[in-house]
């Protein structure tokens, strides 16, 4: 145990001098920056509902509830698809085999930096979100007791999604991404199933004015399901502000004996297979210059680059398995809208819902971005000096990865705001204008994360989860959030103006109510898409020299 205590004192201290206090600095006043962003976001929305009676608080537990049941299968696959390259194709692990440590030390110093990079951004969303709910009841010091809930939380997915690796892995040596993100899709797929299945409310709220009707409805919405870890981490927050210490004991209890009973059976089959797993492990690569020989195939180096990207996108399951999933996430989503009927036809919330929609499909292409485009520069790592000795120009690179993902991310925000916003607005205009909007807007993200990646490349890892994780991450998904919130406020006032019009019968056109917003918002995303554009193509210019 000294020795991993050792050794990871050392990558510590190798971080923090390699890198200047300014930037150290920067990086924690931007994390400090979301998370208040965040608490202040999710405390005004739990201090809003605490004021509803009996449904308020139901609805704040549901929040808490699914957005932890999002956080266990973002967990889950971000653990698995992350540990592949952890346990068994890091550089770091041939030097560590060949000292004396044992391999079960190996491991266990593996499993925590898996768990540590997979799981540290999803936390940084999560805490502010405790800490509104906590303090919405005025125990903003509860946060205290709750670290020790959300560690266990955290080791399940984890612990799971690595047993789901070591065994895989122990059949089929030659076990691919694709694979285990296949048994891990199966395995989430079933947990959805079950959790649908148990819980017997509905959304739908009853048109009567029936008691009995409204109380049975608030009855099962109240319902909680017993045999999933996202309900038992609510009641463990609900048992604390209501200071039903039974309770507390009883949901954490139960938290830990789950998290003890998948690492027992974690630490039984890594003691068993993971030496053996790792000596088997066999990586099939290929000769670099066979990839590249289709370079002269075609005199256009941008169109050569972006067939190269579309070919690596196609065969790398790391690349396109995230993309299916959230692309699968958002289909639910679609058809969640297209079933659940409005009860309110005012403007305002007309305005907002439509505005949060386009928000929620603005921060899925974020996410994207950041996961794709960021580290897209970094992974050309094998191919790099390929690049620099040819006569291919640096920004021809720049703008292969920018023009690839601005297309791959289009057709997202192009489908899902056009089936969603027309079910929440059922207005043509407005639905045309958001996605409009959404282009824009994904256009910028892109370009944003294209140009942070240049200026935080990182040739010397491979996985990208970990580019995607770090500091330059942290400051490229702020960056991003922060456009497009100032993105969606210029539209605010001149869309619920448009709509408390058209519910009143008046007949007005669109484009005379949002021109000028539309002319801001073109404007304030141009200014920032050449910014970065300017900056991004000059740095890539000097990037491995």
Known sequence: MRELIFLRLLRLKGFFKG?????????????????????????RVFSFLRGIEDIGEIISGKIISYSFFVFFFMLLFSNGITSISTFYR????????????????????KLMDNIFFSSWATMIGALPIILAYLNSYRKPFLIIPVIFPIFFFILIPAFISIIFLLILKR??????????????????????????????????????????????????????????PNEWFYNILLS????????????????????????IILYIVSSKWYKISWLSDEIQGSNPFIKTRFFLKSPSHLL???????????????????????????????????????????????TITSLINTAFVSYINATLSLRYVFPALSLETPYFWIYKSSPLKPKTLYNSKIIFHIFLTSLIVILVLSLSNIRLT??????????????????????????????FVEFNETNPAKIASGPG??????????????????????????????LQGISLNLFFIIRNSLIIFLFFSLIIDFFFIFYGMKRIKYVGK
């Open 19 to 43: 890198e200047s206090r300014f930037k150290f600095f920067v990086y924690l006043s931007v994390i400090l920056i979301f998370f208040a962003g965040t608490y202040l976001f999710f405390y």
């Open 171 to 228: 059949y089929n040596p030659r076990l691919t991404v694709k694979k285990l993100a296949f048994f891990l899709f199966i395995f989430s797929s079933v947990v959805i199933y079950l959790y649908i299945r148990t819980n017997p409310y509905s959304f739908r709220i009853p048109l009567s004015y029936d008691l009995n009707a409204i109380n049975r409805f608030l009855d099962s919405f109240r319902f909680t399901n017993p045999y999933f």
């Open 240 to 263: 604390l502000v209501q200071n039903n210490i039974i309770d507390f004991l009883r949901y954490f209890s139960t938290l830990v004996l789950l998290s003890i009973a998948t690492f």
């Open 90 to 109: 890091s550089k770091e692990l041939d030097f560590l085999f060949s000292t004396p440590i044992t391999s079960m030390k190996i491991f266990f110093l």
């Open 473 to 502: 991450g942290l400051l490229t998904a702020i960056f991003s959030l922060f456009y497009i919130g100032i993105s969606l406020l210029i539209f605010f006032q001149p869309l619920s103006k448009y709509i408390r019009y058209i």
């Open 426 to 455: 059922n207005n043509l205009s407005i639905t045309l204008l958001t996605i409009i909007i959404g282009i824009v807007i994904s256009i910028t993200i892109v370009i944003i994360n294209g140009s942070f990646g240049v200026f």
């Open 304 to 350: 050569n680059l972006l067939t190269k990207d579309i070919r690596i996108f196609v065969r790398s399951p790391s690349q396109w398995i995230q993309f299916l999933i959230f692309f699968i996430l958002l289909i639910f989503y679609i058809a969640s809208l297209r079933r659940t009927p409005l009860y309110f036809k005012d403007p305002f919330w007309l």
